[in-house]
T-cell receptor
Framework: AQSVSQHNHHVILSEAASLELGCNYS??????LFWYVQYPGQHLQLLLK??????LVKGIKGFEAEFIKSKFSFNLRKPSVQWSDTAEYFC??????????FGQGTELSVKP | DGGITQSPKYLFRKEGQNVTLSCEQN?????MYWYRQDPGQGLRLIYY???????QKGDIAEGYSVSREKKESFPLTVTSAQKNPTAFYLC??????????????FGNGTRLTVT
């Protein structure tokens, strides 16, 4: 069965620090990959997505993610975080049965 | 503005009562979904509907029921059979009939507390 794992439950960074949030999935076939973000008090929204092509995808607000097929990973990165990046981040994988499976979420706190 | 409206934002019920959560979208999306969000568990799929008058069970459908009589509406009923109903419920929609390859648009959620 499909599963998605986000290893970091809560990450605390200072402003300007670099960010990398891990996401690993288990599925041997073709996958579509997503990162969603939930800012405090706001609805979940799409940050970026990968369907095919260049494995390095860029999203909104300076975020990017790299799909490494051999590692079944789709880690989210940002070179320099801001206080406004404080949010909960969800990795999601779409494959069989046209369903989307979400990871457990990573709460990011950025200290000003 | 197009979007998904969930109401109410907060809902309180006594144990043993059924309760219905509303979800309306004006995005003209075919597919709609209900997720449950619990701390440390991410989002888990309860039910989804890819077209009017059709819906499928997700991973945790027990104790829930849905209907899809209109394209715009996908209400979720939390029945008394749901053993742990207190949670944050999210409704979503997608333009295509398949969440695996179509980004989801989410509502603001309903926080249900059952005592």
């Amino acid at each position: 069965a499909q599963s998605v794992s986000q290893h970091n439950h809560h990450v605390i960074l200072s402003e300007a620090a670099s960010l990398e949030l891990g996401c690993n999935y288990s599925y041997g076939g073709t996958v579509n990959l997503f990162w969603y973000v939930q800012y405090p008090g706001q609805h979940l929204q799409l940050l970026l997505k990968y369907f095919s092509g260049d494995p390095l995808v860029k999203g909104i607000k300076g975020f990017e993610a790299e799909f490494i097929k051999s590692k079944f990973s789709f880690n989210l990165r940002k070179p320099s975080v801001q206080w406004s990046d404080t949010a909960e981040y969800f990795c999601a994988v779409g494959a069989e049965k046209r369903k989307l499976i979400f990871g457990q979420g990573t709460e990011l706190s950025v200290k000003p | 503005d197009g979007g998904i409206t969930q109401s109410p934002k907060y809902l309180f019920r006594k144990e043993g009562q059924n309760v219905t959560l509303s979800c309306e979208q004006n995005l003209n999306h075919d597919a709609m979904y209900w997720y449950r969000q619990d701390p440390g568990q991410g989002l888990r799929l309860i039910y989804y509907s890819q077209i009017v008058n059709d819906f499928q069970k997700g991973d945790i459908a027990e104790g829930y029921s849905v209907s899809r009589e209109k394209k715009e509406s996908f209400p979720l009923t939390v029945t008394s059979a749901q053993k742990n109903p207190t949670a944050f419920y999210l409704c979503a929609s997608s333009i295509m009939q398949g969440a695996s390859n179509s980004p989801l648009h989410f509502g603001n959620g309903t926080r249900l507390t059952v005592t």
